[in-house]
């Protein structure tokens, strides 16, 4: 390919390529902002917490790295070649360019994902096919998304009545701005058992519109590669182009690792939900049983100081065994679910400690280096 360059057209690539590195910047901040877990005490899910810090270091590397490091060299390295052609004639960098190394656009250009604009028209040549911060908007609050919700069965409990009872006050108070929502009595009491579900879900969230923002920057990147041989052609333009169309295929693959990761986040975090649930049931039933059973006892040795009453006391020290035997399955109900969530959590952390640099099922992909151009 012969030789040429548009000096105006090339400044526009450089502008395009800042604004890459901005909406990279803004996926790092997002993160930062809002992809952050509450650990209590020695909650269970807890056993995630390694491998969530693990998770989130190599995601944050991989977008700093992509927002610090190679867009921005990327947009420094145009503006270099830029400044050198505007200070050499078009026939001497011509003899220039042909000593540089031959690179094959064609074969870097991921073909499974095509670009594709669906009624609307098509955008100059350097200009945003998409805008990538339009997926980065705030999480929605998964404590208000993943609640108790009182139920009518509740009236024959008198442990779930005094649940209830402060739900209802909560959430009276949240409508008049004396907190921020509606708050479980049991929620306080077992997250810091079972873990912050909601930071979890949130995390997912977080991950999936992070993913969904990348693949749009590689679409960005795609038009751009496209339409770079209208300003800029030759050895160092075609440099140029493969490394947007490697930086596009390690967003795709990137994309694909945190939606995956998403998923894997939603999963623990539904599962805590569950489980806290399951649960705090358990615990009414039990409180329940024993109040009951305790009753039931103090019944059943009066009557049997009497006479008369021994019959009644033998009925009385039945209902109280029935009773002792309900706390005693709910306890034991309790003890196989927490085995069954620390499997969940441990399943979570398997899946988990494949990531990033760890060769496995969710592999961050790498960046490619900025590549050198004429300066």
């Given at each position: 390919?012969?030789?040429?360059v548009?000096?105006?057209?090339l400044i526009?690539?450089?502008?395009?390529?800042?604004?890459?590195?901005?909406?990279?910047?803004?996926?790092?901040?997002h993160?930062?902002?809002?992809?952050?877990?509450?650990?209590?005490?020695e909650?269970?899910?807890?056993?995630?917490?390694?491998?969530?810090?693990?998770?989130e270091?190599?995601?944050?590397?991989?977008?700093?790295?992509?927002?610090?490091?190679?867009?921005p060299?990327?947009?420094?390295?145009v503006?270099?070649?830029?400044?050198?052609?505007?200070?050499?004639?078009?026939?001497?960098?011509?003899?220039i360019?042909?000593?540089?190394?031959?690179?094959?656009?064609?074969?870097?250009?991921?073909?499974?994902?095509?670009?594709?604009?669906?009624?609307r028209?098509?955008?100059?040549?350097?200009?945003?096919?998409?805008?990538?911060?339009?997926?980065?908007?705030?999480?929605p609050?998964y404590?208000?998304?993943?609640?108790?919700?009182?139920?009518?069965?509740?009236?024959?409990?008198?442990?779930s009545?005094?649940?209830?009872?402060?739900?209802?006050?909560?959430?009276?108070?949240?409508?008049?701005g004396?907190?921020?929502?509606?708050?479980?009595?049991?929620?306080?009491?077992?997250?810091?058992?079972?873990?912050?579900?909601?930071?979890?879900?949130?995390?997912?969230h977080?991950?999936?519109?992070?993913?969904e923002?990348?693949?749009?920057?590689?679409?960005?990147?795609?038009?751009?590669?496209?339409?770079?041989?209208?300003?800029?052609?030759?050895?160092?333009?075609?440099?140029?182009?493969?490394?947007?169309?490697?930086?596009?295929?390690?967003?795709?693959d990137?994309?694909t690792?945190?939606?995956?990761?998403?998923?894997?986040?939603?999963?623990?975090?539904?599962?805590?939900?569950?489980?806290?649930?399951?649960?705090?049931?358990?615990?009414?039933?039990?409180?329940?049983?024993?109040?009951?059973?305790?009753?039931?006892?103090?019944?059943?040795?009066?009557?049997?100081?009497?006479?008369?009453?021994?019959?009644?006391?033998?009925?009385?020290?039945?209902?109280?065994?029935?009773?002792?035997?309900?706390?005693?399955?709910?306890?034991?109900?309790?003890?196989?679910?927490?085995?069954a969530?620390?499997?969940?959590?441990?399943s979570?952390?398997?899946?988990?400690?494949?990531?990033?640099?760890?060769?496995?099922s969710?592999?961050?992909?790498?960046?490619?280096?900025?590549?050198?151009?004429?300066?």
């Open positions: 390919m012969s030789f040429f548009d000096p105006a057209g526009s690539f450089q502008q395009f390529t800042e604004r890459a590195g901005d909406d990279a910047d803004a996926n790092r901040a993160v930062d902002k809002y992809a952050e877990i509450k650990w209590h005490g909650g269970i899910i807890n056993l995630c917490r390694d491998t969530d810090d693990e998770i270091r190599s995601v944050r590397a991989f977008l700093t790295r992509l927002a610090i490091q190679v867009l060299g990327t947009s420094a390295a503006r270099g070649a830029h400044d050198h052609y505007v200070h050499t004639d078009q026939a001497s960098e011509a003899r360019d042909a000593t540089l190394p031959a690179h094959d656009v064609a074969a870097a250009n991921p073909s499974s994902y095509p670009i594709i604009f669906t009624n028209p098509w955008p100059a040549p350097f200009a945003d096919t998409y805008e990538p911060t339009d997926a980065l908007t705030a999480p609050d404590n208000v998304e993943m609640p108790y919700e009182p139920h009518w069965s509740d009236l024959a409990s008198p442990a009545l005094v649940r209830d009872a402060f739900w209802y006050t909560t959430l009276g108070a949240s409508k008049l004396l907190c921020d929502r509606a708050y479980d009595l049991y929620e306080i009491a077992l997250k810091p058992c079972v873990g912050d579900w909601a930071g979890m879900a949130t995390v997912g977080v991950f999936d519109q992070v993913a923002s990348l693949v749009h920057v590689s679409a960005n990147l795609a038009w751009a590669a496209q339409n770079l041989d209208s300003v800029w052609r030759g050895n160092a333009a075609d440099a140029a182009a493969v490394h947007l169309h490697l930086m596009r295929r390690a967003l795709i990137a994309n690792t945190l939606t995956a990761m998403a998923a894997e986040y939603r999963t623990a975090a539904e599962g805590a939900y569950e489980f806290s649930g399951t649960i705090g049931t358990l615990i009414s039933d039990a409180a329940d049983a024993a109040v009951l059973a305790a009753a039931s006892a103090a019944i059943s040795g009066a009557l049997a100081s009497t006479g008369v009453g021994v019959p009644l006391a033998i009925l009385g020290a039945a209902f109280t065994l029935t009773e002792v035997y309900k706390v005693i399955k709910a306890v034991l109900t309790i003890l196989d679910l927490i085995a969530f620390r499997a969940l959590a441990f979570f952390s398997a899946a988990g400690k494949d990531f990033g640099a760890i060769s496995g969710f592999p961050l992909p790498a960046l490619p280096a900025v590549p050198a151009l004429p300066r």
